[in-house]
């Protein structure tokens, strides 16, 4: 089966920089992606990552390490429209399956 | 862009009543999935289709059918609606089975009563 676990909640205050901690367990591992939803919203895409390393796009990076069985997601220069939960999901199984974390909502302050 | 759409945001449903929730992609994707989302549990997946009449199990399928008769369209049916399916269910569809990207549908949050 698969498992991952991620904070439930962070805080943090404007022009911060805050990290979601993301860890997991599974049978067969293609990726780590990482999705953003808004509260009423639909979750869109924010990265995949395949191989160990950061990828940076704009204010957000990604983390993996497969060794570890861990990644982060890395947000930057914090603004008060990045409120909202984040999801990890590893593509596994056969590759054919994304399976979630609970998600981690974050709260930023003024 | 793509699009997803499902067919209600909201439906309130009685208990042993069949229940049909489309969706509805316009971008040729080949995939499309259903899932429900419940507070702390994420988004667990029900069904998936990677072609037009092909179906395979998610992580939680009791209870739930699906049927994809063209490839535009994914519809999840619950047979006999029970009170534990109140959720929120949201489609996505993906290009390919390989491809980490899906796209969502807004959902649609049923109760049943």
């Known amino acids: 089966g698969q498992s991952l676990e991620q904070p439930s909640e962070v805080t943090a205050v404007e022009g911060a920089i805050v990290q979601i901690n993301c860890t997991y367990q599974?049978?067969?591992?293609?990726?780590l992606s990482w999705y953003q939803q808004h509260d009423g919203g639909a979750p869109t895409f924010l990265s995949y990552?395949?191989?160990?390393g950061l990828e940076e796009t704009g204010r957000f990076s990604s983390f993996l390490s497969r060794s570890d069985s861990y990644g982060y997601l890395l947000l930057q220069e914090l603004q008060m429209k990045d409120s909202a939960s984040y999801f990890c999901?590893?593509?596994?199984?056969?590759?054919?399956?994304?399976?979630f974390g609970g998600g981690t909502r974050l709260m930023v302050k003024p | 862009d793509v699009k997803v759409t499902q067919s209600s945001r909201y439906l309130v449903k009685r208990t042993g009543e069949k229940v049909f929730l489309e969706c509805v992609q316009d971008?040729?994707?080949?995939?499309m999935f259903w899932y429900r989302q419940d507070p702390g549990l994420g988004l667990r997946l029900i069904y998936f289709?990677?072609?037009?009449?092909?179906?395979e199990k998610g992580d939680i399928p009791e209870g739930y059918s699906v049927s994809r008769e063209k490839k535009e369209r994914f519809s999840l049916i619950l047979e006999s609606a029970s009170t534990n399916q109140t959720s929120m269910y949201l489609c996505?569809?993906?290009?390919?089975?390989?491809?980490?990207?899906?796209?969502f549908g807004p959902g649609t949050r049923l109760t049943v009563l």
């Open positions: 996505a569809s993906s290009l390919s089975l390989a491809d980490n990207e899906q796209f």
């Open positions: 599974t049978s067969g591992f293609y990726g």
């Open positions: 990552n395949a191989l160990d």
């Open positions: 999901a590893v593509l596994g199984n056969a590759g054919n399956m994304l399976t």
């Open positions: 971008m040729d994707h080949e995939n």
């Open positions: 289709s990677y072609d037009v009449k092909m179906k």
